[in-house]
């Protein structure tokens, strides 16, 4: 072991005290609860050693408000010399915490080598070993070349608007290099990127009859049922005949997807409490929401145009079938190529850290790194950190203590190769 990971090894208590610390701030997204606190605590830690910290709120930016300001918390350290900008991006946000937990999910308990807790491995584990990492680099190289930046941003559970789609908004990643963004995609892979994503809302509409005399009136439901027989027997078998070159994880990721996220059809429901009877009425509407995942060989535009022919091709059969269609969110694939900076140099960090080569895979939701690729122009960005990605939203949530070691370590040698001007 060199000097620098056997710095890094002897910061373990550090990184679990760390760790342990940003679980017990419960950041629950929605709403967006204690953002102030973990940047707080952020700013408390860092300043001291000499880092630059700032603290941004997204003002206007959706969900934000008196109640749940939407804050952001980033770190710079600017080295002695001229040189690269490395940058670390982590949400410090975490989803609800559900059903079915054995352990205190704000407790941060440490029980062998695990740490459980809402948001340990996603994203808490990686923000803690980004920092370790930065601060055993620094404190083995004290006039590094370039800068460090160590970011911790709102809402990317809820799309990042608030977060790093703000931020790059603001430029804050114009000066920026290379970014590492720590989701929890295991310590011994690189993630180049994700799918996209087209979500819609389909409504077919008919008119509202007796429900004694359907045939005075048009079923929107039945023309809903048209639709989705439609989609049985061409879509799903079309998609699942295309596959990407993106090394997509989990393997049935690789080719297209699409989930029908709700249907509605007919009257309001009731709240439970309600004891009475439905009145029989002929549903006038119906409405799914469609969430296609694409790949990068696939256009946005071709994607929207499939499902449209879909449905010119039931109205075709049936006379009078009428619909609408209404966009409500898209992302463009995003995938860094193998041979960036960023991706090489983390490459051999896990070779030299872990004695085995580099997995390469791609993410089937998005994350972030949208936002860096769209917004902020910059294409030398992966995911790369701790934790087993599957348990992330679960009950029982944990990060290795291990694997956060091992992945500081990666993250302090890129640092080193980057940044040392050796
Ligand atoms: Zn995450």
């Given at each position: ?19 342990q ?48 300001p ?20 982590s ?40 920092i ?18 160590i ?9 990042g ?15 920026v ?42 079923c929107?439901v039945?023309?809903?049922?048209a ?70 060989e ?15 091709k ?28 960023v ?6 960090a ?44 679960q ?7 291990g ?20």
């Amino acid at each position: 072991m060199d000097d620098l990971t056997r710095s890094v090894q002897n910061r373990r208590d550090a990184l679990i005290r760390l760790t342990q610390d940003l679980i017990r701030i419960p950041t629950l997204n929605p709403p967006g609860r204690r953002y102030r606190d973990i940047c707080d605590y952020l700013e408390a830690r860092m300043a001291p050693q000499g880092w630059e910290c700032q603290l941004i709120r997204a003002h206007g930016t959706p969900g934000d408000s008196a109640d749940f300001p939407r804050w952001n918390f980033v770190a710079r350290r600017k080295g002695a010399r001229p040189g690269d900008c490395v940058h670390f991006n982590s949400h410090h946000d975490v989803v609800e915490v559900g059903h079915g937990w054995t352990h205190d999910p704000f407790g941060g308990e440490l029980d062998g080598d695990r740490i459980y807790g809402r948001g340990a491995c996603d994203m808490k584990g990686g923000l803690a070993a980004s920092i370790i990492a930065a601060e055993a680099f620094v404190a083995a190289n004290p006039d590094h070349a370039g800068s460090i930046e160590i970011s911790a941003t709102a809402d990317e559970e809820t799309g990042g608007y608030g977060g790093v789609a703000y931020l790059a908004e603001q430029g804050a990643f114009a000066h920026v290099d290379h970014v590492i963004i720590p989701e929890p995609l295991h310590k011994d892979r690189i993630c180049l990127g994700h799918r996209g994503v087209w979500w819609a809302e389909i409504e077919t509409q008919g008119r509202i009859a007796h429900g004694s005399m359907p045939f005075l009136g048009d079923c929107a439901v039945r023309h809903m049922g048209a639709v989705l027989d439609e989609m049985e027997a061409t879509l799903w078998p079309l998609l699942a005949g295309k596959h990407t070159e993106m090394p997509v994880i989990p393997e049935g990721a690789r080719s297209s997807t699409m989930n029908i996220n709700s249907i509605h059809g007919g009257a309001v429901e009731q709240p439970e409490s309600f004891t009475g009877l439905p009145a029989p009425c002929v549903p006038d509407r119906c409405r799914i929401v469609i969430d296609r995942r694409f790949l990068i060989e696939e256009d946005l535009a071709e994607v929207k145009a499939e499902v449209t022919a879909l449905l010119e091709k039931v109205k075709a059969r049936r006379p009078s079938f009428a619909y609408e269609i209404r966009d409500l969110f898209e992302v463009i694939p995003s995938m860094t190529e193998k041979d960036a900076p960023v991706v090489r140099t983390t490459a051999a960090a896990i070779e030299r850290v872990l004695g085995r080569e580099a997995g390469y895979v791609v993410s089937p939701g998005t994350y972030d790194q949208k936002h860096i690729d769209r917004i902020g122009k910059l294409k030398n960005c992966i995911a790369y950190g701790p934790g087993v990605l599957d348990l992330a939203h679960q009950p029982d949530e944990w990060i290795g203590v291990g694997d956060m070691i091992d992945s500081a370590k990666v993250m302090a040698l890129v640092l080193d190769d980057l940044l040392s001007g050796k």
